[in-house]
């Protein structure tokens, strides 16, 4: 073999090793993009997962429940089309379909509250706040319309006033406990029904409502009754007076004396 052919094999076997080894590079560099893309994607489902669980139904409404779900489906499927053999997407999202078939019954008029302290609660209203900015951050990048937008943030909106109502609501009743602050506790219950008033737009809160007026009530007549009882019947008002009367006739006899 000529020093020629020797020198054209070398060559071409550099050529060769050069090529592999940049296929090699770009590879990786896509498998690392890849892997990239998809934690960002596993981000966003861990982040919309929390708020899917840690709102109860108490507040959460069909329809954002509805949109959470089906936002969470397209993550699944963007995992689905950067790695076709992600089982774990394919199985998430199977279930998330069959979830969103599932009748959901709604519970925001319910009596009880879910939780019996103020740090649930406001940990629950700031789930509500996440939900409502990822709304309005979608409409700001265009992928959700205005009118969808707008409806959705005034659901977030209700579904916040109405965890704030039932924070306020354990104020209410430890002010109500053995009857010592009836005055605080019917405040509480005047600040909640205003609330709710507000809120009930479509009439989804009446139950709610009754209750609390009927509460109001019985604490305004237990205040009319304390009133009663503290302040002195007439007969002593007029038997007080006719003394002080007496008395200071009496001081003014001893001035002269």
């Given at each position: 073999?000529?020093?020629?052919?020797?020198?054209?094999?070398?060559?071409?076997?550099?050529?060769?090793?050069?090529?592999?080894?940049?296929?090699?590079?770009?590879?990786?560099?896509?498998?690392?993009?890849?892997?990239?893309?998809?934690?960002?994607?596993?981000?966003?489902?861990?982040?919309?997962?929390?708020?899917?669980?840690?709102?109860?139904?108490?507040?959460?409404?069909?329809?954002?429940?509805?949109?959470?779900?089906?936002?969470?489906?397209?993550?699944?499927?963007?995992?689905?089309?950067?790695?076709?053999?992600?089982?774990?997407?394919?199985?998430?999202?199977?279930?998330?379909?069959?979830?969103?078939k599932q009748p959901f019954t709604s519970e925001l008029d319910s009596l009880k509250a879910p939780f019996n302290d103020t740090v649930t609660g406001q940990g629950i209203r700031a789930r509500i706040k996440d939900l409502v900015n990822i709304i309005v951050a979608m409409n700001k990048d265009g992928s959700l319309?205005?009118?969808?937008?707008?409806?959705?943030?005034?659901?977030?909106?209700?579904?916040?006033?109405?965890?704030?109502?039932?924070?306020?609501?354990?104020?209410?009743?430890?002010?109500?406990?053995?009857?010592?602050?009836?005055?605080?506790?019917?405040?509480?219950?005047?600040?909640?029904?205003?609330?709710?008033?507000?809120?009930?737009?479509?009439?989804?809160?009446?139950?709610?409502?009754?209750?609390?007026?009927?509460?109001?009530?019985?604490?305004?007549?237990?205040?009319?009754?304390?009133?009663?009882?503290?302040?002195?019947?007439?007969?002593?008002?007029?038997?007080?007076?006719?003394?002080?009367?007496?008395?200071?006739?009496?001081?003014?006899?001893?001035?002269?004396?």
């Open positions: 073999m000529s020093p020629a052919w020797i020198v054209t094999l070398i060559i071409a076997g550099i050529v060769v090793m050069v090529g592999a080894a940049f296929i090699a590079q770009s590879v990786e560099n896509a498998r690392k993009e890849r892997l990239r893309k998809i934690s960002i994607i596993n981000e966003r489902i861990r982040h919309l997962s929390g708020i899917v669980s840690d709102i109860p139904n108490n507040y959460m409404t069909a329809d954002l429940r509805l949109f959470v779900i089906g936002l969470l489906r397209k993550n699944y499927s963007a995992i689905i089309a950067l790695d076709a053999r992600h089982s774990s997407a394919k199985v998430q999202l199977q279930q998330l379909e069959e979830q969103a319309d205005k009118p969808t937008a707008v409806k959705y943030v005034n659901q977030g909106k209700m579904m916040f006033e109405l965890v704030t109502v039932d924070i306020t609501l354990i104020s209410a009743r430890t002010a109500e406990q053995g009857d010592k602050n009836i005055k605080a506790a019917a405040v509480h219950y005047s600040s909640c029904l205003k609330k709710l008033l507000k809120i009930n737009s479509q009439g989804q809160f009446n139950k709610r409502l009754n209750h609390m007026k009927s509460k109001l009530q019985q604490l305004q007549e237990k205040l009319k009754a304390q009133t009663a009882q503290d302040s002195p019947a007439p007969e002593e008002q007029d038997e007080w007076s006719k003394f002080k009367s007496d008395n200071d006739d009496w001081k003014i006899k001893q001035d002269y004396e």
